[in-house]
């Protein structure tokens, strides 16, 4: 099986790791599992939008692994540390009915998440042939698709507010992303949380001053932030409500 991966990018705030679950969501609903969903923001919250309990992270193991004395107090004697620790990353995985959620978490210390984007990118790499998609919520920049923790992106949602600042980021990404020679087979903007679902004529024309192909736009919708202020998953809110009557025409269009 090769999975088709989709990947989201944008400033924070925009409602990427909001759509992600929605996404994982509508797959899992519609049957087309099963899903990996990488949640590879450091300050994950993926797992809330989703409503599962948040697993283990590769973060929160790799600080584990680093005290050796900890280790080897619990190293089984048929293994060695190289396949204990390979053995304790492949247990950072939360497995639900539609889909299996990978949490990349935090590492304290070094600013340079490189070792734990090594460890993602290996997760990925041995367990990507069992799902037929693989959604990825990403931190605001490109940083973890830029050093290659996909083997491949197939679909790239460029995800933005109602604002021209905020299709400008996208623009930049966009940019990005085409000197990064990335090439996704698909990319589309996504513009959420516009007020009444309509676009302003700057915010159009900013649109097409970026080149930016727009696939549809999601409402401010009150919905999700009542889910959100009572904690309840915002991936779950009514079929009917806005945001999803908005997202299921997206991810027709997607052909998913
Ligand atoms: N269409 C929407 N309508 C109302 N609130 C939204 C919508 N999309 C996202 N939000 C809210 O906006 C905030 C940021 O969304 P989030 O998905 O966490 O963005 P990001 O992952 O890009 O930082 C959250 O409180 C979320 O509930
Ligand atoms: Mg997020």
Do not use: W
Not at 69 to 95: H, I, N, W
Request: aromatic residues 6%.
């Amino acid at each position: 099986m090769k999975p088709i991966t989709i990947a989201v990018a944008g400033k924070g705030g925009t409602g990427k790791t909001t759509i992600c679950g929605i996404i994982i969501d509508y797959l899992g609903k519609s049957g087309k599992g099963p899903i990996l969903a990488v949640d590879a923001d450091p300050n994950s919250n993926l797992n809330e939008v989703l409503g599962v309990e948040m697993p283990t992270t590769l973060g929160e193991i790799r600080e584990k692994m680093q005290y050796k004395d900890a280790v080897d107090e619990s190293l089984p004697p048929s293994m060695t540390k190289q396949e204990y620790t390979e053995f304790m990353f492949s247990g950072a995985m939360a497995e639900e009915d539609n889909y299996d959620l990978l949490v990349m978490g935090r590492t304290q210390g070094e600013g340079c998440y490189c070792y734990i984007n090594g460890v993602l990118k290996a997760q990925i790499d041995k367990y990507k042939n069992g799902y037929s998609y693989i959604v990825v919520d990403n931190e605001a920049g490109l940083e973890h698709i830029s050093r290659g923790i996909l083997p491949h992106i197939d679909i790239l949602l460029l995800v933005s507010d109602a604002s021209r600042r905020g299709i400008q980021a996208v623009g930049r990404v966009a940019t990005m992303v085409e000197e990064l020679k990335l090439k996704p087979k698909v990319t589309k903007l996504i513009v959420n949380r516009a007020p009444g679902g309509v676009l302003d004529d700057g915010v159009k024309e900013e649109i097409g001053k970026q080149n930016l192909d727009l696939i549809g736009v999601v409402p401010q919708d009150e919905t999700v932030y009542r889910y959100d202020a009572d904690g309840k998953p915002s991936s779950t809110v009514p079929e009917e409500s806005p945001v999803k009557t908005a997202m299921n025409e997206i991810l027709k269009k997607l052909e998913l």
